[in-house]
């Protein structure tokens, strides 16, 4: 029955990474149309990063509540009537209004999703799962691409993957009979799954409860740590490689795109390496990659070298996320995970949303040579959390 339900989970993760690079894509036509700066493309994503947070902070409650099932469904639906809002406006706080069901959509079915594939699937699975979020993140711009080449309107770009959303919101609907039965399957077959009594009957923990538990505040670093390395790598690798490393612009622009095709193709392989490593050994291998990739950035020799360095970081990002998440439940119990991976998903936004934009003043009041040590010390803390979060809850974390 499981088997049954994971490429349907596979899929919702495609539909999740669809929109998520549509923004970028379209806002050099889009800000034309509304007049206004190219900087405010970053008012909307504020908006969606804090909708996201939000959410992923109520996931707890709402699981407990309503079950996977239907927090995907109803999460996925709600994205899908955003993206079709943002496809009729036609100003500026049109779209900022519509970014509000966005964020609060995206936010609820990653966390209640990545907590089910940790509870229910092997490490494999997670890895193969977030490798499909990088599929649809790369389906997303193509797909408007294409719209924009034949000449049709960023509009159209939108409202084809809300159509795509709402077909996936009905296959999802006629799913929820599936992932019911699997809870009930689960139950009964795996000792440390809790039966939906038990479930039905927990209180959702607090936030002041959750940062109690130990380990919880280094796994939430953690997280904030990989987003800070991920994102300020994406957004700031093509304009280091042009001003400190004298590479071509437009070569510059590929290996920064190369970048996630790194990750991408890392987690399609990740998912086959999980069969000879567990999940703390995945996380470490990762962190090596990147520190090499990092030390390759940062050494003045051959550009050549900078351009391997950015494909290792990717690469090396690759079994992070889904590893840590993966681990979760054998870290802190099954009955914790949702609460937990839910703060996870929140602090993974919050480093998304503010350590770029960190950089890119260090960038513009320092020197943006500045940018391996930034990304050095970062992964030199997310590994010292990571250290201390295995002491603490010393999990053998053979999942």
Known sequence: ML????PIIYVAFISLGLPDALLGAAWPIMRNEFNVPISYAGIVSMIIALGTVFSSLKSDALNIKF???KITATSVGITAIALFGFSVSTQFWQICLWAIPYGLGAGSVDAALNNYVALHYKSRHMSWLHC???????LGPYIMGAVLTRGGIW???YRIISIMQIVLTAILILSL???KKNEEISSEGNSSTKSSEAKSERKPLSLKEIFRIPGAKEIFICFFCYSAVEQTSGLWAASFLTICR???PETAATFASLFYFGIMVGRAASGFITFKLNDTQMIRLGLAIILLGVICVALPFEKIFSLAGLVLIGLGCAPIYPSIIHSTPAHFGAEKSQAIIGVQMASAYIGTSFMPPLFGLIANHISIALFPAFLGLALIL??????ILE???KSTNTL
């Open 67 to 69: 079950g996977t099932g």
């Open 391 to 393: 002491i603490k809850t």
């Open 155 to 157: 509009n159209s770009g």
């Open 177 to 179: 009979p599936l992932w």
């Open 382 to 387: 997310m590994a010292t959390m990571h250290h």
């Open 246 to 248: 004298n590479v071509q």
């Open 3 to 6: 088997s049954f339900l994971l």
């Open 132 to 138: 499909f979020w990088g599929v649809g993140a790369t």
